[in-house]
Nanobody, 130 residues
């Protein structure tokens, strides 16, 4: 499975961006998609996740809850991250990743850490100016 995140760019504080994560290859094995970000000098952190089943179960980090929305289009093999009311603290390289086993991913004792993801895409840079 190959993943490619796109849609990053420069946006002013309070603005919006929509990121896309296109999956290619044996996408039927993907059970869930996770969105992560890494700001300069910081560790990679989890942003949001969605299962690939119809209706998709979503989870969000507290820092983005109410502002970001994750969705997926199984027919297109694409996940989206809609980011609204953005702040300079959202500035980071954003990555999408995938796992085969959604249940294990969602039930991890350590939460939605970036460890153990089966597939990663190259990131896309998001810069929010104040």
């Amino acid at each position: 499975v190959q993943l490619q995140a796109s849609g990053g760019g420069l946006v002013q504080a309070g603005g919006s961006l929509r990121l896309s994560c296109a999956a290619r290859g044996s996408i039927f094995v993907v059970g869930a998609i996770g969105w992560y970000r890494q700001a300069p000098g910081k560790q990679r952190e989890w942003v949001a996740s969605i299962t690939t089943t119809t209706g998709g179960t979503t989870k969000y980090a507290d820092s983005v809850k109410g502002r970001f929305t994750v969705s997926s289009d199984s027919a297109k093999g694409t996940s989206y991250l809609q980011m609204n009311n953005m702040t300079p603290e959202d500035t980071a390289v954003y990555y999408c990743a995938a796992v085969r086993l959604a249940l294990a991913y969602y039930c991890r004792a350590g939460g939605f850490t970036s460890y153990g993801m089966d597939y990663w895409g190259k990131g896309t840079l998001v810069t929010v100016s104040s």
